[in-house]
């Protein structure tokens, strides 16, 4: 059964960091292109940033462009997401997500984890 | 950048009734683009992928279509359980990134 958990999720500072992981399962991990994406309360989906299958090639939204960092170990079957210098506008539920297709990193997303919550207040 | 317009922001339907969404591309997108369906506090669920293309265990009264930078989401005969708020996505190589439309929420009348 393909599964992704998030974990990391947190209340921080303004201007602090945090670490998200998404633990993958059920699938060969290494060979699916991920993406980030996020859900402010009460707002729309936006996507963060994307890391191909062998994390060789990452690209993100403008939003987060120099701020946060994805990677993945696939020793580990996991997907991480950096997040640096963070603002309030940064809250939201992130969501891992793995592409439907393996042999193209941006594709539609047939499966999603349940999400982490990342709260930045002071 | 591709600018994506999703519309309506939201409907009101009666069960049995055909729904239709729409999202309109900037510029050319070929087929790249799917729809998601997300209920309440669910976690948002691939309905189509590549513009017509139903995922594997999807209802058939869920379909979508393609005319140029037009593309169409539609319900044909409401049910109860459609209740949520559906998102068009779409992404492109140059740059590469990915855009999901603002959302369109069904409701029942």
């Known amino acids: 059964q393909v599964q992704l958990v998030e974990s990391g999720g947190g209340v921080v500072q303004p201007g602090r960091s945090l670490r998200l992981s998404c633990a993958a399962s059920?699938?060969?991990?290494?060979?699916?292109?991920m993406h980030w994406v996020r859900q402010a309360p009460g707002k729309g989906l936006e996507w963060v940033a994307v890391i191909s299958y062998d994390g060789s090639n990452k690209y993100y939204a403008d939003s987060v462009k120099g701020r946060f960092t994805i990677s993945r170990d696939n020793s580990k079957n996991t997907l991480f997401l950096q997040m640096h210098t963070l603002r309030a506008e940064d809250t939201a539920v992130y969501h891992c997500?793995?592409?439907?297709?393996?042999?193209?990193?941006?594709?539609?997303?047939?499966?999603w984890g349940q999400g982490t919550m990342v709260t930045v207040s002071s | 950048d591709i600018q994506m317009t999703q519309s309506p922001s939201s409907l009101s339907a009666s069960v049995g009734d055909r729904v239709t969404i729409t999202c309109q591309a900037s510029q050319d997108i070929s087929k790249y683009l799917n729809w998601y369906q997300q209920k309440p506090g669910k976690v948002p669920k691939l309905l189509i992928y590549d513009a017509s293309n139903l995922e594997t265990g999807v209802p058939s009264r869920f379909s979508g279509s393609r005319s140029g930078t037009d593309f169409t989401f539609t319900i044909s005969s409401l049910q109860p359980e459609d209740i949520a708020t559906y998102y068009c996505q779409q992404y492109d190589n140059l740059p590469p990134r990915l855009t999901f439309g603002g959302g369109t929420k069904v409701e029942i009348k």
């Open positions: 059920g699938f060969t991990f290494s060979s699916y292109g």
């Open positions: 997500a793995k592409v439907r297709d393996s042999a193209f990193t941006y594709d539609a997303f047939d499966m």
